[in-house]
């Protein structure tokens, strides 16, 4: 099973940018399809955006779409979110996770399979 450990997360005002990390183990990184998620205080988690095993095709949220970019380093093992002109309401804890089952352009949290344990990202006005 993959084991995934996000980095990145912080404190930054609204207008600015962060990078997000996930690390991942194990060697079928590669050939997975990778998703990232939120989670707001007193929200459900939410689906922010998923990349193909190749990272040739990527797809977002509304919420995050021109704003927000997936990518992966499959030699490195590591998937990443650049996030750029954010705003308050970008305040959660951020997740990546496999996508273990479900159509390509599934957003459900229960077709992801193993997750990280999520870094924190605050957006101050």
């Known amino acids: 099973q993959v084991q995934l450990v996000e980095s990145g997360g912080g404190l930054v005002q609204a207008g600015g940018s962060l990078r997000l990390s996930c690390a991942a183990s194990g060697r079928t990184f590669s050939t997975t399809i990778m998703g990232w998620f939120r989670q707001a205080p007193g929200k459900e988690r939410e689906f922010v955006g998923a990349?193909?095993?190749?990272?040739?095709?990527?797809y977002y949220a509304d919420s995050v779409k021109g704003r927000f970019t997936i990518s992966r380093d499959n030699a490195k093992n590591t998937l990443y979110l650049q996030m750029n002109s954010l705003k308050p309401e970008d305040t959660a804890v951020y997740y990546c996770?496999?996508?273990?089952?479900?159509?390509?352009?599934?957003?459900?949290?229960?077709?992801?399979?193993?997750w990280g344990q999520g870094t924190q990202v605050t957006v101050s006005s």
């Open positions: 996770a496999t996508k273990s089952r479900g159509s390509w352009t599934s957003t459900a949290e229960t077709d992801f399979g193993s």
């Open positions: 990349i193909s095993s190749s990272g040739g095709i990527i």
